[in-house]
């Protein structure tokens, strides 16, 4: 997963990191935000693939 905010704040994190909420949760807190800046991007990224020499797949 990786945030980006308006005001260039970027963070990637592994999804096993993100815990998981219950329906009445009030959610998980990823990205602490100055007053005024606001999420510009949120993107999932999917895992590594390795091929079978053990080199990532492109």
């Given at each position: 997963?990786?945030?980006?905010?308006?005001?260039?704040?970027?963070?990637?994190?592994?999804?096993?990191?993100?815990?998981?909420?219950?329906r009445n949760a009030q959610g998980v807190r990823l990205l602490h935000l100055d007053p005024g800046d606001r999420v510009a991007a949120a993107v999932v990224i999917p895992p590594e693939e390795k091929n079978e020499n053990g080199g990532l797949l492109q």
């Open positions: 997963c990786m945030l980006i905010s308006q005001y260039g704040k970027i963070i990637r994190l592994p999804n096993s990191q993100i815990r998981e909420t219950g």
